[in-house]
Nanobody, 123 residues
Framework: VQLIESGGGLAQAGGSLRLSCAASERTFGGYIVAWFRQASGKEREFVSAINWSFGDTYYADSVKGRFTISADNADDTMYLQMNSLKPEDTAVYYC?????????????????WGQGTRVTVSS
């Protein structure tokens, strides 16, 4: 599965951005599709995930209530709507996927990764 991300950029604190992750060559059916992020000098951390087949969603506590993950089955694209952005959301955001129906938060469990898209939130 090749993952293609887009939508990163610069936002002010309190603003919004939407990230997209598209699958090439196949559908996301039967996969957990997730977002991770990695800030400079820090480890990669789980942000959110969605069970593509059943629609179950998962969020890290740090983004719950501000970020919304969604799936568009028509074009096999996953979105992360990020609202009320904070400077601490600044990071490179990665789309990732693993086969199965139970979301995992350990990046080592994900077999497919996008190239990353940078999000910068200014105060």
């Amino acid at each position: 599965v090749q993952l293609i991300e887009s939508g990163g950029g610069l936002a002010q604190a309190g603003g919004s951005l939407r990230l997209s992750c598209a699958a090439s060559e196949r559908t996301f059916g039967g996969y957990i599709v997730a977002w991770f992020r990695q800030a400079s000098g820090k480890e990669r951390e789980f942000v959110s995930a969605i069970n593509w087949s059943f629609g179950d969603t998962y969020y890290a506590d740090s983004v719950k209530g501000r970020f919304t993950i969604s799936a568009d089955n028509a074009d096999d694209t996953m979105y992360l709507q990020m609202n009320s952005l904070k400077p601490e959301d600044t990071a490179v955001y990665y789309c990732a996927a693993h086969a199965g129906f139970k979301a995992r938060q350990n990046p080592d469990d994900y077999h497919y990764w996008g190239q990353g898209t940078r999000v910068t939130v200014s105060s």
